[in-house]
């Protein structure tokens, strides 16, 4: 039985950029992706935004605050 590799949101937002620079189309289309594949998992939906949404979302909170 093999185990699902997942990573905390940040993490995974930071490993996208790495991969695609700081093209936040491209980071957020494979962070939605990765949030439907079960890559990415948020423990609460309280903001009850849908995937695309949430990427932006933590993409802004990324540039706002500089964690990546």
């Known amino acids: 039985m093999s185990?699902?590799?997942?990573?905390?949101?940040r993490e995974y937002?930071?490993?996208?950029?790495?991969?695609?620079?700081l093209n936040p189309a491209a980071v957020?289309?494979?962070y939605e992706?990765?949030?439907?594949?079960?890559v990415v998992f948020r423990?609460?939906?309280s903001s009850?935004?849908?995937?695309?949404?949430?990427?932006i979302a933590l993409w802004n909170d990324g540039e706002?605050?500089?964690w990546f």
Request: glycine share 10%; aromatic share 6%.
């Open 64 to 66: 706002r605050k500089g």
């Open 28 to 30: 957020c289309t494979a």
């Open 13 to 21: 937002m930071r490993k996208m950029i790495e991969k695609h620079g």
């Open 48 to 55: 009850r935004k849908t995937a695309k949404e949430y990427a």
């Open 33 to 38: 992706q990765a949030e439907r594949d079960g």
């Open 43 to 45: 423990e609460k939906n």
């Open 3 to 9: 185990e699902k590799l997942t990573y905390g949101q």
